[in-house]
């Protein structure tokens, strides 16, 4: 999976990142190839909902969903919980990142989202 393919899975699933954040999650979790596996893709997944839960939960105001407020006692509490992976927390990025994929395939992104949803059927996900 590459960079297209991961953003519109995501928005797939109802999660739009900024180009900027989605950039950062790909140089964090890409392999040798440049591309992400599906067992990483699983792991993003999780990640983004835990963290778009944590931040709707700590939502300052409902109408601007943009901004959020936490103690230090919840940013303590909450974020063992978003370390998932073994990698640094925020690596250094380069000053532009180069994404040398083609768009994705509608069907390649279909089988994705397929095979996504044939997983939540099966493993319930308790955040």
């Keep these: 999976m590459n960079f297209f393919e991961l ?3 995501l928005k797939g699933l109802g999660y739009q ?3 900027a954040a989605l950039s950062s999650v790909v140089l964090r979790y890409h392999n040798k190839k ?3 596996s ?3 893709f699983i792991q993003i997944v999780v990640r983004v909902i835990v963290m778009f839960d944590t931040f709707q939960k700590n939502s300052t105001d ?7 407020t936490f103690t230090l006692d919840q940013v303590n509490r909450d974020t063992p919980n ?8 925020w690596p250094p990025l380069p000053s532009r990142p180069q994404f040398p994929h083609p768009p994705p395939r509608p069907e390649r992104i279909k ?3 397929n095979q996504w949803r044939r997983l939540i059927n099966l493993v319930p996900i308790i955040l």
């Design 62 to 68: 409902s109408r601007s969903p943009k901004k959020a």
């Design 111 to 113: 089988t994705l989202l």
């Design 7 to 9: 953003r519109n899975a």
């Design 82 to 89: 978003l370390h998932y992976f073994d990698r640094p927390l």
């Design 17 to 19: 990142l900024s180009n």
């Design 34 to 36: 440049g591309t992400i």
């Design 38 to 40: 599906f067992d990483t």
